[in-house]
Nanobody
Framework: QVQLVESGGGLVQAGESLRLSCAAS????????MGWYRQAPGKQRDMVAI???????NYADSVKDRFTISKDNAKNTVYLQMNSLKPEDTAVYYC???????????????WGQGTQVTVSS
């Protein structure tokens, strides 16, 4: 069973910070990329930040200079440091991992359960 376990969400005031974590099961033994997506009520799920196995990063324009994505290969874990949070950042945040699972020859996308981030004014 592939498991992506997310943590770190919560309720904060505007201007404060949160750090999200997502730990992937070791059954995904070859990871191509890891990322974070978010979905606000009534809207589609959008990319927030992605980091490839080589360390290349990509951010949505709305979070550049405020959010930082990083990873720990030994722990199969991806992080999202969110600073200077705004009410517009309120959403459910989902972890995504693209990788090869034991017993397969091609990459697949795997998703976490989602964690709620709420930013009050």
């Amino acid at each position: 069973q592939v498991q992506l376990v997310e943590s770190g969400g919560g309720l904060v005031q505007a201007g404060e910070s949160l750090r999200l974590s997502c730990a992937a099961s070791r059954i995904i033994f070859s990871i191509n990329a890891m990322g974070w997506y978010r979905q606000a009520p009534g809207k589609q799920r959008d990319m927030v930040a992605i980091i490839t196995s080589g360390g290349t990063t990509n951010y949505a324009d709305s979070v550049k200079d405020r959010f930082t994505i990083s990873k720990d290969n030994a722990k199969n874990t991806v992080y999202l440091q969110m600073n200077s949070l705004k009410p517009e950042d309120t959403a459910v945040y989902y972890c995504n991992v693209r990788g090869v699972r034991l017993g397969r020859s091609a990459s697949d996308d795997y998703w976490g359960q989602g964690t709620q981030v709420t930013v009050s004014s």
